[in-house]
């Protein structure tokens, strides 16, 4: 059974489901880089008639529309789409690992920097149906992508400014702002 959640960002809705959506964390794909991709799912859904963005995670995705598309004609092809998909597979639409993460960096105070992000920021960031992926962290600077529900939401910038930066600057002392891509 699929549920949705509203999210702060008016285009974005959260798909929540009880079936293992990813198993190797949370990623994003975008309408524009949908030649790119071999997974039938997420194209086909990026395919649909005013779809912008998609992110999954372990066991919800959002969906960010443009302003022209609504939620009525497109939620309950959204959630159709993935009822279909878990009908016929018993495994997650995400399954390779890209090794897409940063535990090789041996830089301490970025590790510190992505223990905070991964376990204080992204588990808050995500009940709103986004993600935040650190990118970068430079003369006291973090550099970090906001994804999903989170890119180009209203509330964002504070979310990052009043809530990311302040937490970061609280938990490792070299951090001084924190800046999105």
């Known amino acids: 059974m699929i549920q949705t959640e509203?999210?702060?960002n008016p285009n974005s809705i959260k798909?929540?489901?009880e079936n293992i959506i990813s198993s190797i964390g949370t990623e994003e794909f975008q309408k524009g880089k949908v030649d790119n991709l071999s997974n039938t799912f997420i194209k086909e859904l990026l395919e649909f008639k005013g779809v912008e963005l998609v992110l999954l995670s372990k066991n919800f995705l959002s969906v960010k529309?443009?302003?022209e598309a609504s939620w009525e004609e497109l939620k309950p092809m959204v959630i159709s789409h993935l009822n279909h998909y878990f009908e016929n597979n018993k495994e997650p639409i995400l399954k390779e690992n890209k090794n897409l993460d940063n535990s090789n960096n041996t830089d301490e105070t970025v590790k510190k920097i992505i223990d905070v992000l991964d376990t204080k920021i992204r588990p808050a960031v995500a009940r709103d149906g986004g993600d935040i992926k650190f990118k970068s962290f430079e003369n006291g600077v973090v550099k970090v992508?906001?994804?999903?529900?989170c890119s180009g939401c209203p509330s964002s910038l504070m979310t990052l400014k009043q809530g990311v930066q302040n937490l970061l600057k609280h938990y490792v002392k070299?951090?001084?702002s924190v800046e999105a891509l």
């Open 6 to 8: 509203t999210t702060p």
């Open 65 to 67: 529309k443009t302003d």
């Open 15 to 17: 798909f929540l489901s």
């Open 174 to 176: 070299e951090v001084n």
């Open 145 to 149: 992508e906001l994804q999903g529900s």
